[in-house]
């Protein structure tokens, strides 16, 4: 970034990346390169006058697909990318996902179509839902949402950095919602510090989304915050690090234990202080999850029905036009042709605990919001009662990703039994139940092994910057 940068170097070479390696589905619409001109231009004189705007002027970033539908184009911006737009980003194009964020392969992408494959081996899946932004952010940056993973999990498959902000810290205005209490918008790179300048861009409250809050006096939330006392201060050395004890489950991958075990002798070696604790309710963050999610994701995706807006059916179009025909057959054909089968899953889970089957209609959602207060709870004591700055984690039970044609052959069982793919997300649904900051790191376990592998630190909620200075003495 200092000395004579080439703006349109940069720009041209993400370009010719993209078009590489377009046969990795990392992206679903790419931009017109000509409308940057302009843009590059006046990032170059920025440069050449010493003026940048940012970290980030004149690099190319790209946005995962949830900002936009398909065919229709915005008038307006999404609130971060305002933002970014305004710090001299240049937005080369939209990135492939699972579905409405639904999915951690990144194989279940719109009409499930486009398989998103990882750069580091094509054979294996990119990590989902964000997945092509994943691919993408090898050539810069990128954005993710995060609803139980979605950042986290395509960083780990594909060796990146990756941010899921406290919930509430950046605007989603704009953004399409899964699940409205966890989702987040996050950053994808190849460095802490780029992170940190992604997020410092992108957070702040805004008028235009009442989730997002100021965080200025969030240090008052923690009330014996040893971080927020020294906010310099933060080192290895003075390091207090939660080991927590349900982390440690019979099916992490061996080469993970080592991965972890490795990582704290490094911290115990430079001084930080390791405290065992438990948190027994984690144990119950995975079925809150698949509780409360489905019912706030068929709840928000009930407005598309195929009338207002989204895919439609033609009038006259019907199949079978003998048998009779109203509203509610247009509404579920629509649905049915429309949603692709993650989809259809979560909606049709969702239905169901939302429905009159039950006595009172919510009460299994009512209760998974109660186990989400007393697990905050636990989870806040713990930390206070140890003065913890970071809780280190696994982002994943297995090492490597699962290779693509296992999954559509189902050699893994997840085409019948989605519950495989539910069960990848034990360790990064935990930061969304809680609404914490959680940053993931890649490690390159042995040179012999090609994919690299990675952990988590997760603070506490509102200490985003604390945990993006943590990651930075970690890198
Ligand atoms: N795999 C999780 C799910 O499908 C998380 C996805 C996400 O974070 N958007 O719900």
Redesign the pocket.
Known sequence: RQGQIRVSDIIDQAYSNIQSKSHLNAFVNVQDKQKHAQQIEESQKRYSEGKQLSDIDGLPIAIKHTFIFQGFTPNIDATVIRKLKQNGAIIVGKTNM?EF????LGMYGYNDKKITRNPIDEEYIAG??SSGSAVATKSGYSLG??????VS?PAHCCGLYSMKPSYGRLSRFGQIL?SSSNDVIGPMTNSSDDLESLFDIMQGEDSNDSNCINFSNISKIRHQDRLTKNPENISLQNLRVGIVQEFDIAELDNRNRTIQDNLKSILKDQGAQLINVQIPLIKYALPF?FTL?PAEASSNLSRYDGIKYGYQIPIGSQANTSAKQDLFDYIERVRSEAFGI?VKR?VLLGNFLLSSRFEDYNEKVIESQRVRRLLIQQYCKVMEENQLDIIISPVSIGIEPPKINDILNDNKGAQKNPVF?YK??YF??LP?CLGIPAITMPVQECKTYKFPSSFMIQGYFGEDYHLLKIAKELD
Request: net charge negative; aromatic share 12%.
């Open positions: 699972d964020g639904m999915g951690s989902g839902s949402t995060d609803t139980g993973g979605s999990y899964y999850y999610v993650n979560r793919e990848m997300d990064t649904a969304n």
